[in-house]
């Protein structure tokens, strides 16, 4: 079992930047494919990013969106620049027991309860 819990979240105008961090229990955590989603009000939950070795990107965030891991902290990361009211969204840390890129979310078992994040224009 993995529990994760994302932190970061908040309320920045846009051009601004935000970093999330997304901390996972267990004692494998360099093992997991480890990825980042979001819903906006009224929308389905979309993918972000994921990670193995090196992270992959939805296009509407490529070029903005940095994500990255610390395996000796059990700790993914999700830097956003450039923001944008469009990015406005609860972002959402999924885990999967495969390592490897995914980007539907029935690919992923493990979720975290998600962190707030406004863009104001």
């Known amino acids: 079992q993995v529990q994760l819990v994302e932190s970061g979240g908040g309320l920045v105008q846009a051009g601004g930047s935000l970093r999330l961090s997304c901390a996972a229990s267990?004692?494998?955590?360099?093992?997991?494919?480890m990825g980042w989603f979001r819903q906006a009000p009224g929308k389905e939950r979309e993918f972000v990013a994921a990670?193995?070795?090196?992270?992959y990107y939805a296009d509407s965030v490529k070029g903005r969106f940095t994500i990255s891991r610390d395996n000796a902290k059990n700790t993914v990361y999700l830097q956003m620049n450039s923001l944008k009211p469009e990015d406005t969204a609860v972002y959402y840390c999924?885990?999967?027991?495969?390592?490897?890129?995914?980007?539907?979310?029935?690919?992923?078992?493990?979720w975290g309860q998600g962190t707030q994040v406004t863009v104001s224009s």
């Open positions: 999924a885990a999967r027991g495969k390592f490897g890129v995914a980007t539907s979310l029935e690919e992923y078992a493990y």
């Open positions: 267990g004692r494998t955590f360099g093992n997991y494919g």
């Open positions: 990670i193995t070795w090196s992270g």
